[in-house]
T-cell receptor
């Protein structure tokens, strides 16, 4: 079966750095997405990785290791508005998005 | 760019009635649209995928006669929940893909919260 694992919840302090991990086992791989979802709202796109390595975009960076079936989302200089759920999703061999359950990130002052 | 709207944003209906939710891509043509439902504290669950002018492809376990999807144009898809029951109460989210930019990136609508009483 296809499986995506993320921690259920994480807590971090405003101004700090947090890393949200995602491991996956899917039938094929055509890329990995990270989305941010605030409570009661729809997800918004953060990043897309298809090659190994680190992609940096402002305060957010995303890393991929295809051989390890592993990705992480790194958030720097955390702000209160970063409190949200972060969803990892993998595009499988059929180009279907397989979604993780999401990681709820709580930012404390 | 790449804005998707949904209407209504929330709806309350009585058990046994039908509810229609609209999903529109406002500034691009959506070759593919997706319908998801999300229960509290759970991830997105794909219900169906639709391409303009063709029948929707439903995920296993999703009743196609209960959740009617129509993708009439490149900018509009509708989901009709027929004979709604309280267990259908959920957050329904549509998304759209235009086939360009980041491959298979989906642009999400703001969601519709359905409560069936």
């Amino acid at each position: 079966g296809q499986n995506i694992d993320q921690p259920t919840e994480m807590t971090a302090t405003e101004g700090a750095i947090v890393q949200i991990n995602c491991t996956y086992q899917t039938s094929g791989f055509n890329g990995l997405f990270w989305y941010q979802q605030h409570a009661g709202e729809a997800p918004t796109f953060l990043s897309y990785n298809v090659l190994d390595g680190l992609e940096e975009k402002g305060r957010f960076s995303s890393f991929l290791s295809r051989s390890k079936g592993y990705s992480y989302l790194l958030l720097k200089e955390l702000q209160m508005k970063d409190s949200a759920s972060y969803l990892c999703a993998v595009l499988d061999s059929n180009y279907q998005l397989i979604w993780g359950a999401g990681t709820k990130l709580i930012i404390k002052p | 760019g790449a804005v998707v709207s949904q209407h209504p944003s929330w709806v309350i209906c009585k058990s046994g009635t039908s509810v229609k939710i609209e999903c529109r891509s406002l500034d691009f043509q959506a070759t593919t649209m997706f319908w998801y439902r999300q229960f509290p504290k759970q991830s997105l669950m794909l219900m169906a995928t639709s391409n303009e002018g063709s029948k929707a492809t439903y995920e296993q376990g999703v009743e196609k006669d209960k959740f009617l999807i129509n993708h009439a144009s490149l900018t509009l898809s509708t989901l009709t929940v027929t004979s709604a029951h309280p267990e259908d109460s959920s957050f329904y989210i549509c998304s759209a893909s235009d086939g360009g930019g980041v491959p298979y990136e989906q642009y999400f609508g703001p969601g519709t919260r359905l409560t069936v009483t």
